[in-house]
């Protein structure tokens, strides 16, 4: 009996707070809109996400996106 706590999931969840960190103050000195966003992304999408694949999966498009879309 435990709690049943995937620590891969864990972790990824504490590299995503610290890219949403990261990204958020990116867009405090950039104002850039599309950071933002991703940050946000960053942020919450972990929590509705459970397959480890599919977050790394989703995280890698929203940390990549800001590069691609210059606004």
Do not use: C, E, H, Q
């Amino acid at each position: 009996m435990g709690l049943d706590i995937d620590t891969n999931l864990l972790y990824a969840r504490m590299i995503f707070w610290a890219f949403w960190l990261w990204y958020f103050t990116y867009w405090k000195k950039n104002n850039k809109v599309v950071a933002l966003l991703s940050g946000i992304i960053l942020m919450a999408y972990p929590y509705f996400v459970t397959n480890i694949y599919y977050v790394i999966a989703i995280w890698i498009f929203f940390v990549i996106l800001p590069f691609i879309i210059r606004a």
